[in-house]
């Protein structure tokens, strides 16, 4: 499976963009799908998820209420929409595909920088 990110750049803070992660070699309704994010010197963490069968989503705390995490299975794309931007969602973004607990695959990232 091979995944491309898009949709990174520079925003002001207060401000939104909208990722989106296309896939190729297998359909995303197969699998748990999520977004991360790594900031420079720092660990990748967690941002979103939705659920494989329930279509359940869940966030990180710091992006509840800000960020919402789609999936449109006839496009096989993942989408994050991003408002309410702050300086500290500065980080590149990463998307990924699960079926256990892990997440086996791995998109290449691309970068959000929020400007105060």
């Known amino acids: 499976v091979q995944l491309q990110a898009s949709g990174g750049g520079l925003v002001q803070a207060g401000g939104s963009l909208r990722l989106s992660c296309g896939a190729s070699g297998d359909t995303v309704s197969n699998y748990r799908t999520a977004w991360f994010r790594q900031a420079v010197g720092k660990e990748r963490e967690f941002v979103a998820a939705?659920?494989?069968?329930?279509?359940?989503?869940w966030y990180a705390e710091s992006v509840k209420a800000r960020f919402t995490i789609s999936r449109d299975n006839a496009k096989n794309t993942v989408t994050l929409q991003m408002n309410s931007l702050k300086p500290e969602d500065t980080a590149v973004y990463y998307c990924?595909?699960?079926?256990?607990?892990?997440?086996?695959?791995w998109g290449q990232g691309t970068l959000v920088t929020v400007s105060s």
């Open positions: 990924a595909l699960g079926m256990g607990s892990t997440y086996e695959h």
């Open positions: 939705v659920g494989r069968i329930s279509n359940r989503a």
